[in-house]
């Protein structure tokens, strides 16, 4: 129906003083819904269970001596931070972009599959602000997780394997308090750099009714770029792929950092996401809402 394309402009009919579309939509309602979620609760309990899962492995697996360079595997039982290290680096390249593209894919496309977004944009709703608002919450509920993972894997590894230094598999050693700042540090990093999947989530879950096809989308773009990024004959282009410093915060394990990968990761992931997301907008702005 042509009505359609004019709901949620964020018009007033004029006769209404009391609303004020400022006022629609609170942060805290969003997240309250989004909170009672499965989804949501299914993910969390996913973030908090792998280190366990993780730490179950070590257990079960035969111990064995290490050959030749010692590398994450061989030193993550060596200490609490250790052991966070290699859960943040087991999780960084598929898990926590899946968390990530979920948060973001699901947000505006799950309310068109209930048939549920025309009615919020009738209430009405800013497009603008309704963007904004799911966008925040999902931005808070992702970091949430990526800084939750490395925090129960501190927890757990620190209960089995003890306080100790952080050895890198280049041999440098870490205090154990410096430690687990570069551990959250490294994983907000991540949160940063993951940022390009959640512009690109977002593009998708307002193009697309189906969530699954929006988070699809987003983690297997991830997936496309970290497979281009491993063709050594594409050179220098290598440096344009979303995913080329996504290990750049391994420089956080090194007694002198080394922020200049880390920088470019920042700003390469920060310019997608800001053509994503600018994307998004002109793109709900403009869609006529039928479902």
Do not use: C
């Not at 499965?38 to 269970?49: G, K, N, P």
């Not at 899946?98 to 309310?111: H, I, N, Q, R, S």
């Not at 420089?251 to 002198?256: F, K, P």
């Amino acid at each position: 129906m042509t009505t359609t394309a004019t709901i949620g402009s964020g018009s007033g009919s004029g006769s209404g003083t009391a609303y004020r579309p400022g006022r629609t939509l609170p942060l805290r309602v969003e997240l309250v819904r989004q909170l009672h979620r499965r989804r949501t609760q299914v993910t969390f309990a996913l973030v908090v269970l792998l280190p366990v899962i993780l730490w179950a492995a070590f257990e079960l697996a035969a111990d064995g001596t290490p050959t030749g360079s010692l590398n994450l595997v061989d030193l993550a039982r060596g200490s609490g931070p250790n052991f966070a290290v290699f859960a943040l680096f087991a999780s960084a390249s598929f898990l926590l972009v899946v968390v990530v593209a979920l948060f973001f894919g699901d947000t505006v496309a799950a309310e068109a599959s209930w048939s549920s977004l025309r009615y919020l944009l009738a209430a009405p709703i800013p497009r603008a602000r309704l963007l904004r608002q799911k966008a925040l919450v999902a931005a808070a509920l992702s970091v949430a997780a990526l800084l939750l993972l490395p925090t129960t894997a501190l927890i757990v590894g620190t209960l089995a394997y003890g306080a100790g230094d952080l050895v890198s598999p280049t041999g440098e050693s870490l205090g154990f308090a410096t430690a687990v700042g570069r551990v959250l540090l490294g994983a907000l990093y991540v949160a940063l750099h993951l940022s390009w999947v959640a512009g690109l989530a977002m593009l998708l879950s307002v193009s697309t009714d189906a969530p699954l096809g929006a988070v699809g989308g987003a983690v297997m773009a991830s997936i496309v770029s970290q497979i281009l990024d491993q063709i050594t004959a594409l050179e220098g282009l290598r440096d344009y792929l979303p995913t080329h410093f996504g290990d750049a915060w391994a420089g956080l394990l090194a007694s002198e950092v080394d922020w200049g990968d880390m920088t470019r990761g920042a700003f390469s992931a920060l310019a997608y996401a800001l053509v994503f997301f600018t994307a998004a907008v002109w793109r709900f702005g403009r869609k006529d809402v039928t479902s």
